[in-house]
């Protein structure tokens, strides 16, 4: 299985927003320590805003924050919310399903057993779980990566 890169970018927004919860972050600040789009980002926030997961400010000292107590929010329900989709195959969907051995095929069986345990394994961690108790704040990751960079 894998995860849109939208996914991707809302869970990289929210893990950095929970090194550090007491700061306002900017979306551009989020998108040069990634290396991402800002325009994705835009569009990531937005949603997580609407979602209750952060709290945005607009203006001159404005930006984002979590609104969210991170030991309290599991990274499945975050996946579940973002992931258009968990159709792993074709014939998971009722709509695109054009599979001629669908009707004989036990695979899906087993596949639908490994998704629903993939989501079982991300509810048992949350979004704090996602953060390293003694990982620097994210300003040093700054500074390593120039470093490696050079």
């Given at each position: 299985m894998?995860?849109?890169?939208?996914?991707?970018?809302?869970?990289?927004?929210?893990?950095?927003?929970?090194?550090q919860?007491e700061?306002?972050?900017?979306?551009?600040?989020?998108?040069?320590?990634?290396?991402?789009?800002?325009?994705?980002?835009v569009?990531v926030?937005?949603n997580l805003?609407?979602?209750?997961?952060?709290?945005?400010?607009?203006?001159?000292?404005?930006?984002?924050?979590?609104?969210?107590?991170?030991?309290?929010?599991?990274?499945?329900?975050?996946?579940?919310?973002?992931?258009?989709?968990?159709?792993?195959?074709?014939?998971?969907?009722?709509q695109?399903n054009?599979?001629?051995?669908?009707?004989l095929?036990?695979?899906?069986?087993?596949?639908?057993?490994?998704?629903?345990?993939?989501?079982?394994t991300l509810?048992r961690?949350?979004l704090?779980?996602?953060?390293?108790?003694?990982?620097?704040?994210?300003?040093?990751?700054?500074?390593l990566h120039?470093?490696a960079?050079?």
């Amino acid at each position: 299985m894998q995860l849109t890169l939208y996914t991707d970018y809302t869970l990289r927004v929210l893990v950095y927003l929970s090194l550090q919860p007491e700061q306002t972050i900017t979306i551009s600040e989020i998108a040069d320590f990634y290396a991402i789009s800002r325009n994705h980002l835009v569009k990531v926030v937005h949603n997580l805003a609407t979602l209750g997961y952060i709290h945005t400010t607009r203006g001159k000292g404005g930006g984002l924050r979590l609104a969210v107590d991170p030991a309290q929010v599991t990274i499945g329900e975050i996946v579940r919310k973002v992931e258009p989709n968990f159709d792993i195959v074709e014939c998971f969907s009722a709509q695109n399903n054009k599979c001629v051995i669908a009707p004989l095929c036990a695979l899906k069986s087993a596949l639908w057993q490994a998704n629903r345990e993939f989501l079982a394994t991300l509810d048992r961690h949350t979004l704090a779980d996602a953060i390293k108790r003694d990982a620097p704040q994210p300003l040093s990751f700054h500074k390593l990566h120039a470093k490696a960079t050079k």
